[in-house]
């Protein structure tokens, strides 16, 4: 059982980017009729989402997030010695998307850098390497970057997916603080359900073909992708995650000796609003605490914690405060975490433009 702790660790601070592009869903009605869209908004609750142009990269995300941090925080680059980079769609299949930022950020060729290919649970199982780092005597800052554009995974024409994600970026800085408490977490994973998420070709079991990126009807119903599109068993992802995370959070809860409700904020992966409201009341945890931006910008897989502590908790993470994080979805894979925060700075959201300097 993957139950970890940590101690005089924490996050201190965040910075988040969003392409400045904005899709309104409600006006996304080129591939169906506009009376099926607003059932499919109203009944996810995603009313925008944020849309990378061609060009922009989830690392061109990440470095804008990134460069707001160090120079909002006043942090010297010589002193990251850890640079870990969480991605599905890295900028290339090599090399490491992390090496690149390294470079780019202009970081110490002595940063140790590498990529985290995981999902919607990726965020949290970044934080505990990054903790595990961050207690070692010689590593002094640990910075999480964290960047998706799941945009480009799922077909337009796909309406069981194509209302639901977004593109964003976020950078998180991990260090060693004594006045901070223990930090507690639960990683799992079970693949035997690995075809409720999955991408079924491009990848080197199942290599491009012409055949592969062809587009085809896929149901009755007359959606469209192709083999190297996303795909998602949506009733029994819901029904997954009714069922493992109420039992992962108790198993957290009596790993952490505490309760729920002596807690200040309660973030879960922003996958479906529904689900999340179903989650909070079967827990009874109080709505004013479970901030939301899935509204804003939809379902951004393993940024969607990061991206919603950015847009919602600004200011409200001064003093000592104490955090549940869930992430869940691809894989399958999930992870919870109860951590301690103390004066964590979180910086305004950048908006990005498309730039020509990109690497």
Sequence with gaps: MALLQYSGVKISALAGAVPANCITNYDYTANFPAKDVKDIVDRTGIKERRFAPAGMTASDLCFAAAEKLLVDNNIKREEIDVLLFVSQTPDYRMPATSVVLQ??????????????????SAFIYALSAAYAYATQPNIRKVLVLDGETRSRVYHPKDRSTAFLFGDAGVAALIEKD????????????????????????????NPSTADTLKEKVI????????????HMNGPDVFNFVLREIPKDLKRLQAFANKELSELDYYLFHQANDFMNSYLAKKLKLA??????????????S???????????????????????????GVGMSWASAIIPTLDCKISELVELELRNDAL
């Design 178 to 205: 004594p006045r901070v408490g223990t930090s507690y977490f639960s990683l799992n994973s079970d693949g035997s359900r690995a075809e409720l998420i999955k991408i079924d070709a491009g990848g080197y079991r």
């Design 287 to 300: 709505p004013e605490k479970t901030p939301s931006s899935i509204a804003k910008f939809g379902n951004t």
């Design 103 to 120: 470079n780019r950020l202009g970081l110490s060729k002595q940063t140790a850098a590498f990529d985290i290919n995981l999902g919607c």
């Design 219 to 230: 149901d009755e119903h007359g959606n469209i992708r192709t083999d190297e599109h996303g």
């Design 302 to 328: 393993s940024v969607s914690i990061p991206i919603t502590m950015v847009d919602q908790l600004q200011g409200q993470l001064s003093g000592s405060k104490n955090l549940l994080l869930c992430g869940f």
